[in-house]
């Protein structure tokens, strides 16, 4: 045998043993993963995946709640914040044109100001409001305008409500005759001409002399379930679409206040919209980085509104209310415990509010708004982020009021606002120790913190309380960051988070990401799951982690292991199932937080399964990528139809994705 052909078959035998060793590797490469159907680990409760509201970043006056105008009642610390007069010199005293003067004179506590227009040239005065960062107005749409007016001395005899654009060009007016001295509500309508996202409304007069108004409103006709003067169709939608088990109002820390005077009172919210106190919103000097002294709360969407949003979607209501301390990071204010009644009483109230006959005082009040059926309501909050011994002892006298009056209401209690230390354990010894039904925990985290925790609750223990995950959002950069961003490397970590919330859902019961919405030229808080211009709105890669995992829920937990072992992060990869009895399905869902793909080979045990499956693949190339009003859908989920093999799931894993399998049971 000459050389040359001794060179080419020693050659030849490099490359088939280097073909064997590499298909060795790629067969050691393979995750073998077992689905065991055969047992239900836990069932999967229907408020596992939920919505979390609160108004910050513009979310209810100027997002959810649909009205355009701003202060539309004067009532503002400054009265006219949010109204401009061009063309007055308010320090002059030669009002050739005109001008607006604030009046408080009426009595009651929620209406106290109203405005009486002096018109002295009436082809030269205008009042205008500029809306919420400008108004959204779409071209052909209509719109509703209401407000309270009532003539004075002079010849007013009508007011023209026009629509204007960023220009100042008209795109939509209305002209309403004045009648009688009396206060009356006028209603018109506005049909848009163009669209436009930064209008406004400017009112013009026929006719000098005086008159005063009150309650000036613009809404869209076209509002969800096409209530009159309700939300705004397309965020509500949005929500909508994430098939929540829960929603949690009205916050957060908007609960506690700055002070106690400040905090949320819910029945300042409910009844009339103009018997509703308006109270300045805590967000809006609360960042030195986003100020928003513009920033009130009119409670147009108040409690009721709460409970029929929740009640349309599907969704348990679960409100939360202030238990006697104002916010610990700010004045950290206590109502003095001989001083606690009526607050405990305000929650004994609200039960009866969503729950009591007609007969009951405020159940009657309920049916007054329009629903004589009761809102079934059967979870309280009891107090937001708070912490320490003066917390305990307040949620005790809660409790026991609650219990004894009504003992199937389920109460939610807090750990306070951050997962570990000092404060957290001692409020999770304490509530463990009152044998706290559920108890809330809260996480604003960086991306590694949710990947290396996937396995938190595995270690907890069973027979303690269950947990809501009330709070959490992987922070880009740091808490309260105005430069953190809803990339894909948060996303996929709450993703990764997330398995292990769904795989230990024995003690995991209730989950929420927080905050909900922001606008975009309104915002206080980043990174948010929802964000809205006055026109548009997306949902961000977040969203879409959220979206998967609450539409796929199922309804009993079962184990995905490899090796005998639960999969929580181990080389990269996170996974969670469950059994969907309703749909007869099997759904698996696998995070890969690598950055190369990886194949898995999924065995199913306990169950036949069919020859199809569908996929669903969240995942970006880019970890800083982000969703925009440019590309609001740039990463949202994927489907393809794949085959499975002898009952076998064989497949790539995508490098740095999120995929939900949907398997059929035979």
């Not at 513009?58 to 610390?77: H, P, Q, S, T, W």
């Not at 729950?355 to 405020?362: A, F, I, K, L, P």
């Not at 922001?518 to 948010?528: L, N, V």
């Not at 669903?616 to 969703?627: F, M, W």
Request: net charge negative; proline share 5%.
């Amino acid at each position: 045998m000459n050389k040359r052909l001794m060179q080419q078959i020693g050659f030849q035998l490099l490359v088939l043993l280097g073909i064997t060793i590499g298909v060795q590797q790629a067969a050691a490469q393979t995750r073998a993963l077992t689905v065991d159907a055969s047992e239900s680990v836990a069932p999967i409760q229907p408020t596992m995946y939920g919505i979390f509201f609160e108004d910050i970043n513009f979310a209810a006056d100027g997002g959810l709640y649909a009205e355009m105008v701003k202060n539309r009642g004067f009532e503002f610390v400054d009265p006219m914040m949010g109204w401009q007069q061009p063309n007055s010199d308010r320090h002059s005293m030669n009002l050739e044109s005109g001008f607006a003067t604030a009046i408080k004179s009426k009595d009651s506590p929620a209406d106290q100001t109203y405005i009486q227009v002096l018109v002295n040239k009436p082809e030269g005065y205008e009042l205008i409001n500029e809306g919420f960062r400008g108004m959204g107005v779409e071209s052909g749409a209509d719109y509703l305008l209401s407000f309270e007016g009532a003539k004075g001395e002079g010849e007013v005899a009508q007011v023209v409500f026009t629509l204007i654009d960023e220009s100042g060009k008209a795109i939509g007016s209305t002209t309403v005759d004045l009648s009688g001295t009396d206060w009356k509500v006028y209603e018109a309508s506005i049909k848009a001409k163009a669209t436009s996202e930064k209008a406004k409304l400017k009112l013009t007069f026929q006719g000098a002399g005086i008159v005063n108004l009150d309650m000036v409103s613009l809404f869209p006709k076209d509002t969800w379930m096409g209530r009159e003067k309700g939300l705004r169709k397309d965020l509500v939608q949005l929500l909508n679409d994430l098939d929540p088990g829960f929603l949690r109002f009205p916050g957060g820390c908007i609960v506690e206040g700055r002070t106690l005077a400040r905090r949320y009172q819910w029945k300042k919210t409910v009844g009339p919209i103009e018997d509703r106190e308006i109270l300045v919103n805590r967000w809006n000097t609360e960042f030195a980085h986003r100020p928003t002294p513009d920033y009130f709360q009119s409670f147009g969407l108040g409690f009721f509104e709460y409970f029929q949003l929740a009640e349309d979607m599907g969704a348990a209501p679960m409100p939360i209310l202030s238990c006697g301390m104002a916010c610990q990071f700010n004045t950290a204010e206590l109502v003095p415990m001989d001083q606690l009644d009526p607050y405990v009483q305000d929650a004994l109230d609200l039960i009866e509010f969503a729950n009591g006959d007609v007969s009951t005082d405020w159940g009657k009040l309920r049916s007054d708004m329009g629903h004589p059926e009761p809102f079934n309501m059967k979870y309280i909050g009891i107090g937001n982020e708070q912490w320490g011994p003066e917390y305990i002892k307040r949620f005790k006298v809660f409790e026991k009021a609650i219990k004894a009056k009504y003992p199937e209401i389920i109460i939610i209690s807090g750990s306070g606002p951050f997962p570990d230390g000092e404060h957290f354990e001692y409020g999770m010894e304490q509530l463990s120790e009152l044998n706290s039904e559920i108890v809330d925990e809260h996480y604003y985290r960086p991306p590694n913190w949710f990947r290396e925790n996937a396995d938190r609750y595995d270690s907890y223990d069973r027979e303690g309380p269950k947990i809501f995950a009330g709070e959490y959002a992987a922070q880009s950069v740091a808490i309260a960051s105005p430069d953190n961003r809803n990339n894909w490397n948060c996303a996929l970590s709450e993703a990764a988070f997330m398995t292990g919330l769904e795989r230990n859902a024995d003690v995991v019961v209730m989950t929420s990401y927080a905050p909900l919405m922001a606008h975009a030229e309104g915002w206080q808080w980043t990174p948010d799951l929802i964000w809205f211009n006055n026109l548009e709105s997306y949902g961000t890669a977040n969203y879409y982690v959220q979206k998967l995992f609450s539409n796929n829920r199922g309804t009993d937990l079962i184990s995905i292991t490899e090796e005998d072992g639960p999969l929580t992060g181990q080389s990269d990869l996170y996974a969670s199932a469950v059994k969907d009895a309703n749909t007869n399905e099997l759904i698996i869902k696998v995070v890969n937080t690598a950055k190369t793909a990886q194949e898995i080979d999924l065995d199913f045990e306990g169950a036949k399964v069919a020859g199809k499956a569908m996929s669903y693949t969240l995942r970006s190339d880019d970890p800083e990528a982000v969703n925009s009003f440019e590309s609001p859908k740039g990463i949202s989920p994927v489907e393809a139809e794949i085959s499975l093999s002898k009952g076998r799931l064989r497949t790539a894993v995508p490098a740095e994705a999120l995929v939900v399998y949907k398997v059929k049971i035979k």
